[in-house]
C-alpha cells in the first residue's frame, strides 16, 4: 500500500500505509 504512503505525504498519519500510525513527514521513507 505505497499508495496510501504518498497521499499522507502532507505531515499525517500513515496508519493504514505502514500499519505504524507515525507521522508521514518524519516515516516517509518507511516503505519507498
Known sequence: MVK???????GKIIRGSNGEGRPC???KPIRQ
Open 25 to 27: 513527514k518524519k516515516s
Open 4 to 10: 496510501g504512503n504518498k497521499k499522507t505525504n502532507k
